[in-house]
């Protein structure tokens, strides 16, 4: 699967569950962006960003709809870009847990042949749209 290709359901399999993302995304929320090969800690997965939230699937372990971790949009903090030494762009998530303690992921956007850093770039500004969007309906008053 190449990065931002969305599976086209088989018009045969209408009744069945939904092929690529879709199956993913609960009623109402929207994918923003996706890519594959994203390493963290040794691991690799699929990252999904939704308007909803930001959730990873493991690459080796498929199963339909099970997701590997779930972080609500509202639950970043802020993102930006760093280089691992490998000259890999690296997504570093600041992150507000339950407990309301902040903790930090790195995700490493892995060589696969092109250069990755615009798809990295594009990943900060979704989030930071994302967040902002998520912020103001959240404050908005009647």
């Known amino acids: 699967m190449n990065a931002h290709n969305i599976d086209t359901p088989d018009p045969a399999r209408k009744e069945e569950e939904p092929a690529g993302a879709e199956r993913y995304l609960f009623p109402g929320e929207n994918l923003r962006i996706f890519s594959p090969d994203i390493q963290i800690k040794k691991i690799r997965f699929e990252a999904y960003l939704t308007n909803r939230r930001f959730f990873l699937i493991d ?16 639950s970043i903090i802020s993102s930006y870009l760093e280089e691992s030494p490998a000259r890999e762009p690296v997504l570093v998530l600041t992150v507000r847990t339950s407990d309301d303690d902040t903790r930090i992921m790195k995700l490493v956007f892995m060589h696969n042949g092109e250069d990755r850093g615009r798809e990295a770039e594009e990943w900060v500004h979704l989030i930071s749209q994302t967040l902002t969007t998520a912020m103001s309906g959240r404050t908005q008053t009647p």
């Open 59 to 74: 690459q080796n372990d498929r199963k339909p709809g099970i997701t590997a971790k779930e972080i609500p949009i509202q």
